[in-house]
């Protein structure tokens, strides 16, 4: 028994000095060092007045220690990316989720709109919104543009104006007598003629010729109907 209990004070400290030789020769990443590496790299990648998050990156704690400066890399698509953060030496990788969020100054509802109404300026207004809100969606920048402009539907106060809830202000009216611009290369002629039919921005509208009686096709522009020959 005595020669048992000599020999675990030194079983001890011979464990506890393998213990700490392999902490040493293994520490774990600073956590802190991989998210100001990702948030350094995202910096330099997403536009200006954008914002980041990042998940979680309490992995680092099982990776060793990198020797060698990270590289991050950044994939996938906004609002949600991936940041993969290597280290060369020794070899690993930790994957980032990384939430990215972006602001624009759009037009939006200013009061409720009942559907059918066309729009004066005091009906709408412009204010930041999430990019995510509207992604894939062709919104307004410009509150002027709206004015004559019709809702589609019932638009509560603060919704995003778009070409899906909001048609384009009414640019010429069926017989009404137009300008119509006529193009052809750098030469532009204005010739006078009547709108057979109600026209819109981007519509394309049949008009007639009153001299001749000829009918005709033009696009309808924010400066009135443009025939373009080629």
Known sequence: ????????????????????????HGAPQDAGAVAAAINQSVAAAIPAGAK???????????????????????TGTEPYEQASVHCGSPNWTLYVTVTVV???????????????QTLQPA??????????LY???????????????????????????????IGEPVIVQAGQTVSVQVLSGAVSVSVSARANETGRIGDTITLTNPSSGQRFTALVTANGPVVQLH
């Open 1 to 24: 028994m005595k020669r048992a209990f000599r020999r675990r004070p030194a079983i001890f400290i011979l464990c506890m000095a393998q213990l700490f030789a392999a902490a040493a």
């Open 102 to 116: 972006r602001s624009a100054a759009v037009i939006v509802a200013a009061r409720p709109i009942a559907a059918g």
């Open 52 to 74: 980041a998050t990042l998940g979680p990156v309490t992995g680092a704690q099982y990776m060793q220690a990198c020797t060698t400066p990270l590289a991050v890399t950044l």
């Open 135 to 165: 992604a894939g969606r062709q919104v307004f920048y410009d509150a002027a543009s709206l004015t004559g402009a019709t809702a589609l539907m019932t638009l509560p106060a603060g919704t995003i104006l778009t070409q899906n809830n």
């Open 123 to 132: 009906d709408v207004t412009l204010h930041d919104e999430p990019v995510s």
